[in-house]
């Protein structure tokens, strides 16, 4: 079964148990506040990546997880994905066209998978864009299972596990900064702005360089859309791109199924908060 297959079923299931102007950097940074009505997201041009990974140990320094070698070129061997120590890796592969460099992270869905299957609201699609995960997290782990791209990742190492995954650097964006990786990148592979300024940026780019973009932006209409937009001199589908994942939100799978099935919806989320209320009781008898 495909993933996404597997992922509508697996959202179902949910259903059931649950119920141009553009700088380099930033698009009008000091306009961020100002425009907190539109989502912002992040262009990610892959022709101008040279994979010093900066942006990792960057984003690693802010989030206080363990900062990588970025010196270690060994981690090109294979393809890598996000976890819960590294919220952004960047993948190397050898083409015709040569190296190119993908950094990956959490899309922020324009309608998140993950937050339709939070019961306890902990993940939230934030007004300036951001997915973000709260403390009061009940450990089900369905945003795992309902992200098309695999995502979040949990802490099982640790006794009180989190959900992890990158947030956009909420902090720093709500205080009108850019986001860490966005700020250290030294290509300009990175531009922060609008949803809508950094589209219209990737369509500028591809339609005045002629022959250096393929003419796909991925990420404008995947799952309805993602605040994280790719452009490419390279065919997608052969840089580990997901193209198979439709233009539904995910969330608009399970909605048919959850009307169908009130009470499970009325009494899931009471055992549910149950289980986080002895998990939390727990937690205090375990710190006494
Ligand atoms: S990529 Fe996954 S974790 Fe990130 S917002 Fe979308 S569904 Fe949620
Ligand atoms: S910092 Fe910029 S150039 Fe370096 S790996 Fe990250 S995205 Fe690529």
């Not at 259903?15 to 009008?28: D, E, H, M, N, Q």
């Not at 990974?53 to 320094?61: D, F, G, H, L, N």
């Not at 070129?73 to 190397?92: A, C, G, Q």
């Not at 369509?203 to 796909?216: D, N, S, W």
């Amino acid at each position: 079964m495909k993933r996404r297959e597997f992922l509508k079923v697996a959202l179902s299931g949910l259903g059931l148990f649950a119920s141009s102007a553009i700088c380099s950097k930033t698009v009008f940074s000091s306009e961020i506040k100002a425009k907190t009505k539109e989502f912002f997201g992040v262009l990610v041009d892959t022709t101008r990546c040279i994979g010093c990974r900066t942006c990792e140990a960057s984003c690693a320094e802010s989030h206080s997880l363990p900062i990588p070698n970025i010196e270690d070129k060994s981690v090109f061997t294979k393809i890598r994905k996000p976890d819960e120590k590294t919220l952004t890796v960047v993948n190397r592969f050898l083409t015709e066209k040569g190296e190119i460099y993908v950094k990956i992270q959490c899309m922020h869905c324009n309608q998140p998978g993950c937050v339709a299957a939070c019961l306890v609201k902990a993940m939230k699609k934030r007004k300036e864009g951001p997915v973000t995960w709260d403390e009061n997290c009940m450990g089900c782990r369905y945003c795992m299972v309902s992200c098309p791209f695999d995502i979040p990742k949990f802490e099982y190492d640790e006794a009180f596990g989190r959900i992890m995954k990158c947030d956009m650097c909420y902090g720093r964006i709500s205080s009108g900064k850019v986001p860490a990786c966005v700020e250290v990148c030294p290509k300009e592979a990175l531009t922060f702005g609008t949803r809508r300024d950094i589209l219209n940026e990737a369509k500028k780019r591809i339609y005045q360089t002629p022959g250096l973009y393929v003419p796909y932006i991925y990420g404008e209409n995947e799952v309805g859309g993602t605040a994280f937009l790719y452009i490419s001199s390279y065919p997608f589908e052969k840089l580990n791109f997901q193209m198979d994942l439709g233009y539904t939100p995910y969330p608009e799978y399970t909605t048919g199924f959850l009307y169908s099935v009130p009470v499970i919806l009325i009494l899931w989320p009471a055992f549910l908060t149950g289980i986080h209320y002895l998990t939390k009781e727990r937690k205090k008898e375990i710190e006494r």
